[in-house]
């Protein structure tokens, strides 16, 4: 029982597709390889060393590699070739197809004489024969020599990726079928949103020249005939491919180009070549496509103008909703239009130009799903546009119905045109889709810029002044928030400088730019706004000044500040205005106080001052001051030149002041009681 699992295993595991390719190295021998005729040989070195022998030399790979055909499209051979012979051949069999014939074969040229080893490399899958299973190759190194000799280093069948994926959208080209786009994505999902149900669809180089000519005798297919000259990237109706010719990516870019086949005939190239260069930028798929001919015929004629699709695109049936704008004002944002999506059976196209009034003068179309989301084309020199539906809607990128877009515009082809022009595919919202068109044409959506002020604290009733930095783009306007949250437009401020104006409490500020219906915000700021303390009221008691604010004063005199006079209380020393102001720590001041003029009598030194006596005057060390009325209570201050004051007492009767800790100089004796006000200038000696 044991036995026939693993029999039936074996089986099995024969019959599985490969899909990873293979490569032979001929590292360590012939790697299953036989010399079937005229060729003989040995391995070293690592290379399969040939020698022919005769007519038709040729040599078989192992059978059964089950190489799946659609996967493995690449061969690549590194070889050196000693003959006189320009070209090999690759020959082919499937599971299905165990005929060795030229339908299944592939020639490439080469060096003649060469004295190297080199890499040639092709798309074999550019013929339509390549398909199914591959069973076996065959090499034939020179078909037209009967001696010489073969250097082969190595021979690979593998897969090969042209596609690209940014993070945003995927894109792939089928290097099988011209290099046409035959896969859009978003990166994030695998959801194809190109039909590429036959080689009619796909998204590809499609042109037309001459008249429409009957070769149904030549194998024209009668469904398409006449028919003009008419290159198609993909390949013709009888699924025959075109040709690759070259290659190559970048990690944005893709260059192929190609032999087209004339879409109406059997099997039949069209004299010309397609290439085709492909972009990556963010959502959008930037193309050039450029046709070179170079025609020999003479049924065609020339010069004829022909629309030509610029390009042909085809858009799975599922985004079914057709939107563009047809009105005289474009690239101003003005509404887009829902338009309507006319079938094919109906006989022909939907057709949007001047003629119809309907012409999308902002150069695209868009088909998007229920959700306004798909894909836009945009081709700048487009004079008109074809678009619709064949089939129903909700089809996959394999169902035979699809939507259909196509710019077009009238360009006559000669037998020697060479014709290039760009287009864009940009995939996303419907908003996102024409604001990007909008930047492509070079009307840009709004960016904000970065605002500053010029103080971020400030006091109540204050304003801060605000300005923009860095590039910015669009229509400001300044929007004031007391809670970040509920913006409010700024009347008359819309240039890079604005001003808050006065503001009492904390606030938030912020810079809006429009362009069209695109809206841009700048970084939020917030001032904080700081309360003024109350306006002080000031007394004169006696010869004091006295503020109601206990602390945060500064006196001034005649409208200028008195050095250290920051206490509640000032002893004036000269006549003047005084007043006071209060400051906070915050830095916010109050109003100016009321205003005192105050006035100053000096007295005589020595002289009695009615009911006081003082003396000495200049002093020393001691300074006496006696009463003349018993029970009279006087208050006395000694005040330098810088409003200090040095000494507060009161007193009853007499008392001796301490002086001679005072530096020489004018001091200020101040005397106060129920019957005097006086201020006697004492010198200290």
């Known amino acids: 029982m044991k036995k026939v699992l693993l029999i039936s295993l074996l089986i099995i595991m024969s019959l599985l597709v490969q899909s990873q390719g293979i ?90 004489n060469d004295d190297q080893i080199r890499e040639y490399s092709f798309i074999v899958a550019s013929n339509s024969g390549w398909s199914g299973t591959i069973r076996q190759i ?73 008249i429409s000519v009957d070769r149904q005798a030549e194998g024209q297919s009668p469904s398409w005939s006449p028919w003009p000259w008419n290159p198609i990237q993909v390949g013709d109706c009888y699924m025959n491919r075109a040709q690759i010719l070259e290659f190559n990516k970048s990690s944005d870019t893709t260059y192929v180009k190609c032999i087209p086949m004339q879409w109406d005939m059997n099997n039949m190239a069209a004299e010309a070549t397609m290439e085709q260069w492909t972009i990556l930028q963010g959502n959008v798929i930037k193309v050039v496509n450029k046709l070179t001919c170079y025609r020999t015929d003479d049924i065609y004629g020339e010069g004829y103008d022909l629309s030509q699709e610029l390009p042909a695109v085809y858009p799975i049936s599922s985004l079914c909703n057709l939107y563009s704008y047809a009105g005289n004002n474009p690239f101003t944002y003005e509404p887009v239009e829902n338009l309507p999506v006319v079938n094919l059976s109906s006989g022909f196209w939907g057709i949007y130009d001047n003629n119809h009034g309907n012409a999308p003068s902002e150069k695209w179309m868009a088909f998007v799903d229920d959700d306004l989301w798909g894909i836009g084309v945009y081709t700048p020199v487009a004079q008109r546009f074809l678009a619709g539906m064949s089939g129903t809607p909700g089809g996959s990128s394999s169902s035979a119905s699809t939507s259909y877009i196509a710019p077009t515009k009238i360009v006559p082809l000669y037998k020697n045109s060479v014709f290039e022009y760009e287009y864009y595919l940009v995939v996303g919202d419907l ?30 009733g204050e304003q801060a002044n605000f300005s923009i930095s860095g590039d910015y783009l669009g229509n400001i306007q300044w929007q004031s928030s007391p809670d970040s949250l509920n913006w409010t437009d700024m009347i008359g401020e819309t240039d890079i400088f604005a001003s808050s104006g006065a503001i009492t409490e904390d606030t938030y500020f912020r810079a809006k730019f429009t362009s069209g219906p695109s809206t841009a915000y700048s970084n939020v700021i917030k001032i904080s706004v700081s309360e003024l303390p109350p306006t002080p009221v ?20 005649d409208n200028e500040p008195i050095s250290e006079a920051t206490d509640q209380e000032y002893v004036p020393i000269e006549t003047g205005d005084y007043h006071t102001v209060v400051s906070l720590s915050s830095g916010c001041s109050s109003d100016t106080s009321n205003h005192i003029y105050v006035i100053i009598t000096d007295m005589s030194s020595c002289e009695p001052v009615n009911l006081l006596k003082v003396y000495p005057n200049p002093v020393t060390s001691e300074l006496n001051i006696e009463s ?19 000494v507060k007492q009161w007193f009853e009767g007499d008392v001796c002041v301490q002086t001679r800790d005072f530096a020489k100089g004018i001091y200020f004796l101040r005397l106060k009681s129920d019957h005097e006000l006086k201020t006697i200038q004492i010198i200290r000696e």
């Open 431 to 460: 908003e996102d889709i024409r604001l990007t068109i909008y930047t492509l044409y070079g009307v840009y959506p709004a960016e904000a810029g970065t605002v500053s002020a010029d103080a971020y604290s400030i006091c109540s």
């Open 628 to 646: 003349l009325i018993k029970g009279e209570v006087f208050y006395i201050e000694i005040v330098d030149m810088l409003g200090q004051v040095l």
């Open 538 to 557: 000031i007394t004169l008691l006696g010869n004091v000044l006295h503020s109601d604010a206990p602390t945060g004063n500064q006196w001034y005199k």
């Open 138 to 210: 065959r090499l034939d190194p020179g078909n037209n020599v009967t001696a010489g000799t073969v250097q082969i280093d190595e021979i690979a069948i593998l897969p090969y990726d042209f596609s690209m994926d940014n993070g945003i959208i995927k894109v792939k080209q089928d290097l099988t079928r011209g290099g046409a786009i035959n896969y859009i994505s978003v990166s994030s999902n695998s959801t194809n949103i190109v039909n590429i149900h036959d080689e009619g669809r796909y998204v590809q180089q499609s042109y037309y020249a001459g």
């Open 23 to 112: 490569t032979y190295t001929f590292d360590s021998g012939a790697d299953g390889w036989t010399l079937l005729n005229s060729l003989s040989g040995s391995v070293s070195g690592g290379s399969y060393n040939l020698t022919i022998t005769g007519s038709d030399p040729y040599m078989a790979s192992p059978s059964d590699l089950g190489l799946s055909a659609s996967d493995n499209i690449y061969f690549r051979i590194k070889v050196r070739n000693g003959t006189n012979d320009n070209f090999f051949q690759l020959f082919w069999v499937t599971n299905s197809d165990n005929t060795w014939n030229q339908q299944k074969s592939y020639i490439f040229d080469v060096v003649p």
